[in-house]
């Protein structure tokens, strides 16, 4: 069982930057895919980034893409979401997820992952 923990989000303006964090613990960090994914109020929930095993291949949203950058340090047992160039559309409960695989595909689908962290919150003013 694996428990995750993510920090870092908050209020910042459009424009600004933010890292969000998030701590794994109970389970060997390098057998999972680690991703990313995000609600906004009234809306599914959405892929935003994931990082393979390794760190080595990482994939994201087209939304995001050029703007946000996931990567992991797996001696940590942490993988972070570095966020820049924030849009008031951004502002969404993110959550951490992980699923347990070394392979490398897309893994877009929300439901693709096996644990999930509490979320934390972005927002984002204009």
């Known amino acids: 069982q694996v428990q995750l923990v993510e920090s870092g989000g908050g209020l910042v303006q459009a424009g600004g930057s933010l890292r969000l964090s998030c701590a794994a613990s109970g389970g060997t960090f390098s057998s999972y895919v680690m991703g990313w994914l995000r609600q906004a109020p009234g809306k599914e929930r959405e892929f935003v980034a994931r990082i393979s095993w390794s760190g080595g291949d990482t994939y994201a949203a087209d939304s995001v893409k050029g703007r946000f950058t996931i990567h992991r340090v797996n001696a940590k047992n942490t993988v972070y979401l570095q966020m820049n160039s924030l849009k008031p559309e951004d502002t969404a409960v993110y959550y951490c997820?992980?699923?347990?695989?070394?392979?490398?595909?897309?893994?877009?689908?929300?439901?693709?992952?096996?644990?999930w962290g509490q979320g934390t919150q972005v927002t984002i003013s204009s």
């Open positions: 997820a992980a699923k347990r695989t070394r392979e490398l595909a897309a893994f877009a689908d929300p439901g693709l992952y096996d644990y």
